[in-house]
């Protein structure tokens, strides 16, 4: 009796230490984004499927309140190993927790404009990857520009001026805004803000530094301030209650010709409301070039892996066998439908504006991302201004200073 | 006494003085410190800069005073319309209504209700909502853009505010209309005193210690509004309905000035604290006991 006890304990211990041995590698992964929650489960179950089922990983999502939630994560020592941010200058804010991705074999896939989002401030390194790439121009609707009579969109402001005069003649109202959400007026300015300077990055660095005023670039001075003006003209009733749904609404049931500052993401509840629509997606006329009016393409969000990972390893595996594999990269456009980061074919009946965003950019080029470069904090304060100035409440010289000082004062290395 | 050894009861109380030790009197110790640092929120240290946030609230950027003043504004007016509005409906109320029950239960549904939910009912409202009703009765006051236009975006945020919260006050004005003796009022009546009159020398005398709760209640969550401009502007439009712990929450969180964020919370607790006092010992004084 006595040795069967022993053998069961002996038995036990030996269980135990195999246990600890064949101990698992876990992955927390807590980002944005809550859209993408179901493409990314399946991602996480093919993965555990078929690559790799020892592996635990444990996903979180939230939308509001994310960066808040993450700072007390890494305020409490809790890192996650996968994290978001979003690209381009708040790179170099969690530069100290992320791990330079430049040496995995995901690179061979990853996009040379995404690749550029994820660099630091001295353009070295790629310290994050992207779920998705984006698109930012107009958004038009090709049956009332056709009802219109305007065969061409327009790509100079005199041009847009006049297509204004035809839809407005067949009771079209030519914009819908959004014009009560901060991060409108940051999508529409970047446009002209990538046609004010070919090096958009040292612009910026330069307006943060107070080196650079719009006084010397007529094309922010004139041609934004000029473009806004049309848009509250011929626009939206009570323009600063305007807000996302407004425009979505607006548009899809054609009682507006374009829309200011979105983009693919705003397909779905586009096609809920109208399946037949028939979009456009171009470049902002931003000066009397049409070649400087240009879709802009890039990744505006950042998923980081964190430098601290106990289990880096595996985590590594995880994000480069999603860069690589062929589930991986298909996965982009089949399950999560969205503007692929990597190099791959495009299905042919794919999103409106994603084909029309790649066509393009094929026939015109495209321009850098350059929201990237500044903090939401300063577009926030940025939107602020713009929208005193479309109240009425401040002349155009008063928000051009307002809007360099907040660019020195928030985004300044002080 | 159920507590005869003094011992006892201080045991007693150690678990909840603990509790809120560690929960609100080690953060605002701690938040105190940060005040005087530069950090945003992220970096392992923050540096130590001593009164530099200070200095720079009070000299070199006058945002915070705009803040402040908009949140004076809104507790004013906040603190006026709530305890106005209650006092008279609560004085209809304790009528020998038919419906008052329901009544009650009807004014007293809006403050149950989230904050955030009744910012965005109206938001609804006074979008999608006041846009319909303007295409019926063609009333211009309809058609005008109540959270698109700076001035008016402060009336509708009180008036959302005021909507909300009324249900409360009505129900200790009730209380204390009802505390109130009827043979008073009737003695009143029989010495030949009008309705003012009993309103003014006795009713309203007598309702003192709930109008000191109110007057208290109203000062404190009129400062401390936050979640209605959230859900119903979100500071805008062109930032002019930032309230102060919106702009605290902004600086520390958007911003990411945890450091200048404390010292404004700082500043602000202070004043908070300073005007509650004064409020609270003014209607104290006012005060009769029978």
Same mark, same amino acid.
């Given at each position: 009796?006595?040795?069967?006890?022993?053998?069961?304990?002996?038995?036990?211990?030996?269980?135990?230490?195999?246990?600890?041995?064949?101990?698992?590698?876990?992955?927390?992964?807590?980002?944005?984004?809550?859209?993408?929650?179901?493409?990314?489960?399946?991602?996480?179950?093919?993965?555990?499927?078929?690559?790799?089922?020892?592996?635990?990983?444990?996903?979180?999502?939230?939308?509001?309140?994310?960066?808040?939630?993450?700072?007390?994560?890494?305020?409490?020592?809790?890192?996650?190993?996968?994290?978001?941010?979003?690209?381009?200058?708040?790179?170099?804010?969690?530069?100290?927790?992320?791990?330079?991705?430049?040496?995995?074999?995901?690179?061979?896939?990853?996009?040379?404009?995404?690749?550029?989002?994820?660099?630091?401030?001295?353009?070295?390194?790629?310290?994050?990857?992207?779920?998705?790439?984006?698109?930012?121009?107009?958004?038009?609707?090709?049956?009332?520009?056709?009802?219109?009579?305007?065969?061409?969109?327009?790509?100079?402001?005199?041009?847009?001026?006049?297509?204004?005069?035809?839809?407005?003649?067949?009771?079209?109202?030519?914009?819908?805004?959004?014009?009560?959400?901060?991060?409108?007026?940051?999508?529409?300015?970047?446009?002209?803000?990538?046609?004010?300077?070919?090096?958009?990055?040292?612009?910026?660095?330069?307006?943060?530094?107070?080196?650079?005023?719009?006084?010397?670039?007529?094309?922010?001075?004139?041609?934004?301030?000029?473009?806004?003006?049309?848009?509250?003209?011929?626009?939206?009733?009570?323009?600063?209650?305007?807000?996302?749904?407004?425009?979505?609404?607006?548009?899809?049931?054609?009682?507006?010709?374009?829309?200011?500052?979105?983009?693919?993401?705003?397909?779905?509840?586009?096609?809920?409301?109208?399946?037949?629509?028939?979009?456009?997606?171009?470049?902002?006329?931003?000066?009397?070039?049409?070649?400087?009016?240009?879709?802009?393409?890039?990744?505006?969000?950042?998923?980081?892996?964190?430098?601290?990972?106990?289990?880096?390893?595996?985590?590594?595996?995880?994000?480069?066998?999603?860069?690589?594999?062929?589930?991986?990269?298909?996965?982009?456009?089949?399950?999560?439908?969205?503007?692929?980061?990597?190099?791959?074919?495009?299905?042919?009946?794919?999103?409106?504006?994603?084909?029309?965003?790649?066509?393009?950019?094929?026939?015109?080029?495209?321009?850098?991302?350059?929201?990237?470069?500044?903090?939401?904090?300063?577009?926030?304060?940025?939107?602020?201004?713009?929208?005193?100035?479309?109240?009425?409440?401040?002349?155009?010289?008063?928000?051009?200073?307002?809007?360099?000082?907040?660019?020195?004062?928030?985004?300044?290395?002080? | 006494?159920?507590?005869?050894?003094?011992?006892?009861?201080?045991?007693?109380?150690?678990?909840?003085?603990?509790?809120?030790?560690?929960?609100?009197?080690?953060?605002?110790?701690?938040?105190?410190?940060?005040? @005087?640092?530069?950090?945003? /929120?992220?970096?392992? $240290? %923050?540096?130590?800069?001593?009164?530099? =946030?200070?200095?720079?609230? *009070? +000299?070199?950027?006058?945002?915070?005073?705009?803040?402040?003043?908009?949140?004076?504004?809104?507790?004013?007016?906040?603190?006026?319309?709530?305890?106005?509005?209650?006092?008279?409906?609560?004085?209809?109320?304790?009528?020998?209504?038919?419906?008052?029950?329901?009544?009650?239960?009807?004014?007293?549904?809006?403050?149950?209700?989230?904050?955030?939910?009744?910012?965005?009912?109206?938001?609804?409202?006074?979008?999608?909502?006041?846009?319909?009703?303007?295409?019926?009765?063609?009333?211009?006051?309809?058609?005008?853009?109540?959270?698109?236009?700076?001035?008016?975006?402060?009336?509708?945020?009180?008036?959302?505010?005021?909507?909300?919260?009324?249900?409360?006050?009505?129900?200790?004005?009730?209380?204390? @209309?009802?505390?109130?003796? /009827?043979?008073?009022? $009737? %003695?009143?009546?029989?010495?030949?005193? =009008?309705?003012?009159?009993? *309103? +003014?020398?006795?009713?309203?005398?007598?309702?003192?210690?709930?109008?000191?709760?109110?007057?208290?209640?109203?000062?404190?969550?009129?400062?401390?509004?936050?979640?209605?401009?959230?859900?119903?502007?979100?500071?805008?439009?062109?930032?002019?309905?930032?309230?102060?712990?919106?702009?605290?929450?902004?600086?520390?969180?958007?911003?990411?000035?945890?450091?200048?964020?404390?010292?404004?919370?700082?500043?602000?607790?202070?004043?908070?604290?300073?005007?509650?006092?004064?409020?609270?010992?003014?209607?104290?004084?006012?005060?009769?006991?029978?």
């Amino acid at each position: 009796m006595r040795k069967m006890v022993v053998l069961l304990v002996a038995v036990m211990m030996l269980v135990g230490t195999f246990n600890v041995l064949a101990q698992t590698a876990e992955i927390d992964i807590f980002i944005s984004m809550p859209e993408y929650a179901d493409p990314i489960n399946e991602l996480i179950d093919t993965y555990q499927e078929e690559v790799n089922n020892e592996v635990e990983i444990n996903y979180e999502t939230t939308q509001s309140d994310y960066p808040t939630l993450l700072k007390v994560k890494l305020n409490s020592g809790d890192i996650p190993d996968l994290f978001a941010s979003t690209s381009g200058k708040e790179i170099e804010l969690y530069k100290e927790y992320s791990y330079d991705l430049s040496g995995e074999p995901m690179m061979d896939t990853m996009l040379p404009s995404v690749k550029k989002a994820m660099a630091d401030a001295d353009g070295n390194g790629v310290y994050g990857f992207a779920i998705k790439g984006n698109y930012f121009g107009l958004i038009y609707n090709k049956d009332l520009f056709a009802q219109a009579g305007i065969e061409k969109f327009p790509e100079t402001i005199s041009e847009m001026e006049t297509a204004i005069e035809k839809l407005e003649a067949e009771g079209i109202t030519p914009f819908t805004s959004g014009f009560s959400e901060w991060w409108v007026f940051k999508h529409l300015f970047q446009h002209f803000l990538v046609a004010a300077e070919d090096d958009v990055q040292a612009l910026v660095r330069d307006f943060e530094n107070g080196e650079a005023s719009f006084s010397d670039y007529p094309v922010l001075e004139d041609n934004f301030f000029h473009f806004v003006d049309l848009v509250v003209e011929h626009g939206d009733n009570k323009i600063l209650e305007s807000s996302l749904n407004t425009e979505i609404s607006q548009f899809a049931t054609g009682q507006a010709a374009m829309v200011i500052g979105q983009g693919p993401w705003i397909e779905d509840s586009l096609i809920q409301i109208d399946p037949e629509l028939n979009i456009g997606f171009t470049g902002y006329p931003v000066s009397e070039d049409p070649a400087e009016s240009q879709v802009i393409s890039g990744a505006d969000q950042a998923v980081r892996v964190s430098s601290d990972s106990e289990d880096l390893d595996a985590v590594l595996d995880f994000v480069n066998w999603w860069y690589t594999s062929d589930y991986g990269k298909s996965w982009f456009t089949d399950v999560a439908g969205v503007v692929p980061p990597i190099e791959v074919e495009i299905p042919e009946d794919y999103y409106q504006i994603i084909q029309e965003g790649i066509k393009a950019s094929e026939e015109k080029g495209s321009a850098p991302l350059a929201i990237i470069y500044s903090t939401d904090s300063f577009h926030s304060a940025f939107g602020e201004a713009m929208q005193t100035y479309v109240g009425g409440n401040a002349t155009k010289a008063e928000t051009i200073e307002t809007i360099e000082t907040k660019w020195q004062e928030i985004d300044g290395s002080n | 006494m159920i507590f005869e050894n003094k011992k006892e009861k201080y045991l007693f109380t150690l678990p909840a003085i603990f509790m809120v030790s560690i929960t609100i009197y080690l953060p605002f110790l701690i938040s105190s410190y940060y005040s @005087l640092t530069e950090w945003n /929120g992220i970096d392992r $240290e %923050a540096k130590f800069i001593g009164l530099e =946030n200070f200095k720079t609230i *009070f +000299f070199e950027n006058n945002q915070f005073f705009d803040v402040l003043i908009f949140t004076g504004n809104y507790t004013a007016l906040f603190m006026l319309f709530s305890n106005l509005f209650a006092l008279i409906i609560a004085l209809v109320l304790v009528q020998k209504l038919k419906t008052a029950k329901l009544l009650r239960g009807i004014f007293f549904v809006p403050y149950i209700m989230s904050m955030i939910i009744v910012g965005f009912i109206w938001k609804f409202i006074f979008s999608q909502g006041f846009a319909r009703l303007y295409e019926i009765t063609e009333l211009g006051l309809l058609n005008l853009s109540w959270l698109g236009n700076s001035e008016l975006a402060f009336y509708s945020v009180v008036l959302v505010g005021v909507w909300q919260q009324l249900g409360f006050y009505i129900v200790l004005y009730i209380a204390g @209309l009802q505390a109130i003796p /009827g043979d008073l009022l $009737e %003695a009143a009546t029989v010495d030949g005193a =009008n309705i003012f009159q009993k *309103f +003014f020398k006795i009713t309203l005398p007598l309702l003192g210690p709930s109008i000191t709760v109110c007057m208290f209640m109203s000062l404190t969550r009129g400062l401390k509004v936050f979640d209605i401009i959230l859900a119903l502007t979100q500071g805008g439009p062109g930032g002019s309905t930032y309230s102060a712990t919106l702009d605290i929450y902004r600086e520390a969180f958007q911003y990411n000035n945890y450091g200048l964020g404390s010292a404004k919370a700082i500043i602000f607790f202070i004043i908070v604290l300073i005007l509650t006092q004064i409020v609270l010992k003014i209607s104290r004084r006012n005060e009769v006991e029978l």
